[in-house]
């Protein structure tokens, strides 16, 4: 089974801090890594995503950082407010069916 | 706007019920899917289909079936509901194609079905 391990399950940030949630992956085929965010009650919404042909996605205080070498992804949430409180999943694909890693709560404290 | 619809945020049945999710997308997507999310164990794929009436178990099928009579539908049935089936069910669709998902899933705001 194809695999996407998220770390860590679960973040606690305060106001203004800078959130890291990390992505490793296995199967070299994976060409498109997006980023989900999920708040209580919603269903996950697209955030941002990568493809391995860059190292770097910035968009607004999100951003994805990609490793191909190491086979690892990562995103970046600069400034985290109290409403980036989420869910945040990462996941992978090469095909038409997307991998998801585990999910990280994060939790940004006033 | 564009969605997917689940038709029921919550949903309480008895042991042994058959039960029926029903989901309905209008992006004319070809691709839809079931997860069942859990604490801890994330999302869960259940069964996928890439068109009408074609369907591919996922991770964990036991327990399920599914139904696509029409590209805009699909239904979980769970035969014989049973306590561990307690769940988050999220629904989602994306374009068609071998990079499909390339184009990101959309996803229902979910059924939390409690089986008692």
């Known amino acids: 089974q194809q695999q996407v391990k998220q770390s860590p399950q679960s973040l606690i940030v305060q106001k203004g801090g800078i959130s890291i949630i990390n992505c490793a992956y296995e199967n070299t085929a994976f060409d498109y890594f997006p980023w989900y965010q999920q708040f209580p009650g919603k269903g996950p919404a697209l955030l941002i995503a990568i493809r391995p042909d860059v190292s770097e996605k910035k968009e607004g205080r999100f951003t994805i950082s990609f490793n191909k070498s190491a086979k690892q992804f990562s995103l970046h949430i600069m400034d985290s407010q109290p409403g980036d409180s989420a869910t945040y999943f990462c996941?992978?694909?090469?095909?038409?069916?997307?991998?998801f890693g585990k999910g990280t709560k994060l939790s940004v404290i006033p | 706007d564009v969605k997917v619809t689940q038709s029921s945020r919550y949903l309480v049945k008895r042991t042994g019920e058959k039960v029926f999710l029903e989901c309905v997308q209008d992006m004319d997507h070809e691709n839809m899917f079931w997860y069942r999310q859990d604490p801890g164990l994330g999302l869960r794929l259940i069964y996928f289909s890439y068109d009408v009436k074609m369907k591919e178990k996922g991770d964990i099928p036991e327990g399920y079936s599914v139904s696509r009579e029409k590209k805009e539908r699909f239904s979980l049935i769970l035969e014989s509901a049973s306590t561990n089936q307690t769940s988050m069910y999220l629904c989602?669709?994306?374009?068609?194609?071998?990079?499909?998902?390339?184009?990101?899933?959309?996803f229902g705001s979910g059924t939390r079905l409690t089986v008692v």
């Open positions: 996941a992978a694909t090469g095909s038409y069916q997307l991998t």
């Open positions: 989602a669709s994306s374009l068609s194609g071998g990079q499909g998902a390339s184009y990101g899933y959309t």
